[in-house]
T-cell receptor, first 112, second 116 residues
Framework: GENVEQHPSTLSVQEGDSAVIKCTYS??????FPWYKQELGKRPQLIID?????GEKKDQRIAVTLNKTAKHFSLHITETQPEDSAVYFC???????????FGTGTRLQVFP | GAGVSQSPSNKVTEKGKDVELRCDPI?????LYWYRQSLGQGLEFLIY????????KSGLPSDRFSAERTGGSVSTLTIQRTQQEDSAVYLC??????????????FGSGTQLSVL
């Protein structure tokens, strides 16, 4: 079955710096890769997603890149702000299923 | 309702008791998921439903765990003979099928289960 590994588990950055979170997946048939953000005490919410037919996708300060050959994808946050502080989860889904497998999460702290 | 609703929000039980957790998905969402989140940990996949059927039950930790969904809507996750290691937040999510125009999952606020 699918296995998703996520690194780092914790990440601390200064406000204004960039943050990068990386994930690798095991199932080469996976074709959908979303990222969810979970603020403290709240439910996870989708922030961006990418499909396997695209190499990069951007939405304001957030971008995701996908390397299908290496089976890894990354979340990039530029000009970080304190409100970006949260736990971020990557996930992967095989093309013929609804099963979504999440990574172990990255706790991002942005210091003012 | 406007979002995914879970009940109870908190459940404290004694070791060995059975518990039932409920999830009411967003109307029209055919896919429904159960995840478990232990303190400071990731989202552990338990089971998902497409309509009333569960194509993949591989994430259920043991045979003490079961889930059902009726009428393509409400789902219940049952844990029999609870153990202390079952203590966690149980999250439910719903969404539209693969290939839909919007594949975003909407999560409920979870049930915090504490087994004493």
């Amino acid at each position: 079955g699918e296995n998703v590994e996520q690194h780092p588990s914790t990440l601390s950055v200064q406000e204004g710096d960039s943050a990068v979170i990386k994930c690798t997946y095991s199932d080469s048939a996976s074709n959908y890769f979303p990222w969810y953000k979970q603020e403290l005490g709240k439910r996870p919410q989708l922030i961006i997603d990418i499909r396997s037919n695209v190499g990069e996708k951007k939405d304001q300060r957030i971008a995701v890149t996908l390397n299908k050959t290496a089976k890894h994808f990354s979340l990039h946050i530029t000009e970080t702000q304190p409100e970006d502080s949260a736990v971020y989860f990557c996930a992967a889904r095989r093309y013929n299923t609804d099963k979504l497998i999440f990574g172990t999460g990255t706790r991002l702290q942005v210091f003012p | 309702g406007a979002g995914v609703s879970q009940s109870p929000s908190n459940k404290v039980t004694e070791k060995g008791k059975d518990v039932e957790l409920r999830c009411d998905p967003i109307s029209g969402h055919t896919a429904l998921y159960w995840y478990r989140q232990s303190l400071g940990q990731g989202l552990e996949f338990l089971i998902y439903f497409q309509g009333n059927s569960a194509p993949d039950k591989s994430g259920l930790p043991s045979d003490r765990f079961s889930a059902e969904r009726t009428g393509g809507s409400v789902s219940t996750l049952t844990i029999q003979r609870t153990q202390q290691e079952d203590s966690a937040v149980y999250l439910c999510a719903s969404g539209t099928p693969v290939g839909g125009s919007n594949e975003k999952l909407f999560f409920g606020s979870g049930t915090q289960l504490s087994v004493l």
